[in-house]
């Protein structure tokens, strides 16, 4: 089992920067695979980006591809997603998510995810 603590989150405006951190709990965090998804207001939760255990893949949301890179430091029990060009769009709660994965890969839907921490909001103002 592990327990993900998502910061980062804030108020910045469009244009800007943030880099959401996730650190998990856990001793075997290097064979899980993490990703990051996000919640806007009256939407569902949707997919940002992946990365496998062994940060050998990632994958993203095609309205997130060039501007956000997700990152991991298995030493450290973190993974990270780094924020550019922000846009008034992205304002969302932004949640970490995680599944054991010993295979690899990444993982792209929300229902392949098994845990999750429990958000941290980002606000973008135009």
């Known amino acids: 089992q592990v327990q993900l603590v998502e910061s980062g989150g804030g108020l910045v405006q469009a244009g800007g920067s943030l880099r959401l951190s996730c650190a998990a709990a856990g001793r075997t965090f290097s064979t899980y695979a993490m990703g990051w998804f996000r919640q806007a207001p009256g939407k569902a939760r949707a997919f940002v980006a992946a990365?496998?255990?062994?940060?050998?893949?990632?994958a993203y949301a095609d309205s997130v591809k060039g501007r956000f890179t997700i990152s991991r430091d298995n030493a450290k029990n973190t993974v990270y997603l780094q924020m550019s060009s922000l846009k008034a769009e992205d304002t969302a709660v932004y949640y970490c998510?995680?599944?054991?994965?010993?295979?690899?890969?990444?993982?792209?839907?929300?229902?392949?995810?098994?845990?999750w921490g429990q958000g941290t909001q980002v606000t973008v103002s135009s």
């Open positions: 990365i496998s255990p062994s940060c050998g893949n990632t």
């Open positions: 998510a995680a599944v054991l994965a010993w295979a690899g890969g990444v993982r792209t839907t929300e229902r392949q995810y098994n845990y």
